[in-house]
């Protein structure tokens, strides 16, 4: 959990403490009057919430994800009860108060997710954006990036077609004045960079958006 973005071994170190002496978190809100706020701010809650960190508690990202203020409201509530020792006059004559509801609104889509994931963890965790797309892709006979590598030297062929999903885009200028462009792409077994020269790179510009997904044609260089 430490290694998720904006998330740090000492907080995960005190909410991993929690559970191990009170026991596994009830739900979302129970994690959140357990948790000191000054061990979990929004940003670590954010950056958990992509990664699905809460989906045994609650599955539903997009409704945490819109509730972190709440649960933070909640969450700070509850350290002030601590802080001033403070009890229930009426405790065991009346029943809790409910907690708050989580905020309603729009599901992420199966590449919102996926993409709110990378944004936390830097790789697609639960599956690659082109898993959905295997079969189709394998009867046009685009190969992963790990099936081509292997051909390539297995076999010793070096043309191929892959599929990938845009990582990075970094454009270079030749000495000649040519753009040219270093992008990153990956699939579910591996990342991979290919070349575009002036071209190619000219043609595809409009395609090589972050997270779209395309097929390129390759020469593989060993």
């Keep these: 959990l430490a290694a998720l973005k904006?998330?740090?071994?000492?907080?995960?170190?005190?909410?991993?403490?929690?559970?191990?002496?009170?026991?596994?978190?009830?739900?979302?809100?129970?994690?959140?009057?357990?948790?000191d706020?000054?061990?979990?701010?929004?940003?670590?809650?954010?950056?958990?919430?992509?990664?699905?960190?809460?989906?045994?508690?609650?599955?539903?990202?997009?409704?945490?994800?819109?509730?972190?203020?709440?649960?933070?409201?909640?969450?700070?509530?509850?350290s002030r009860e601590r802080a001033s020792d403070q009890t229930n006059?009426?405790?065991?004559?009346?029943?809790?108060?409910?907690?708050?509801?989580?905020?309603?609104?729009?599901?992420?889509?199966?590449?919102?997710?996926?993409?709110?994931?990378?944004?936390?963890?830097?790789?697609?965790?639960?599956?690659?954006?082109?898993?959905?797309y295997g079969q189709a892709l394998k009867q046009q006979n685009v190969l992963t990036h790990g099936e081509a590598e292997e051909r390539a030297r297995n076999a010793g062929g070096t043309a191929f077609r892959l599929a990938g999903t845009v990582d990075k885009v970094q454009e270079r200028m030749s000495q000649r004045g040519n753009a040219y462009a270093f992008v990153r792409l990956s699939d579910q077994t591996g990342s991979y960079e290919v070349?575009?020269?002036?071209?190619?790179?000219?043609?595809?510009?409009?395609?090589l958006e972050q997270n779209a997904s395309v097929v390129v044609s390759v020469e593989a260089r060993l």
């Excluded at 070349?195 to 395609?207: E, G, H, K, Y």
């Design 195 to 207: 070349t575009f020269f002036s071209d190619v790179l000219s043609a595809s510009r409009p395609l």
């Design 89 to 132: 006059l009426f405790a065991g004559q009346a029943e809790a108060a409910p907690a708050p509801k989580l905020v309603a609104g729009q599901a992420w889509g199966r590449l919102e997710r996926l993409n709110e994931e990378l944004e936390a963890v830097g790789f697609y965790l639960s599956e690659h954006p082109l898993q959905a």
């Design 37 to 78: 706020v000054q061990h979990v701010n929004k940003r670590q809650l954010e950056s958990l919430i992509r990664a699905g960190a809460f989906d045994s508690l609650n599955p539903d990202r997009p409704a945490l994800f819109r509730s972190v203020d709440l649960l933070l409201r909640h969450a700070s509530s509850a």
């Design 6 to 35: 904006n998330v740090g071994a000492q907080s995960m170190e005190e909410v991993v403490r929690e559970r191990q002496d009170g026991g596994l978190f009830a739900d979302i809100f129970d994690f959140a009057e357990r948790v």
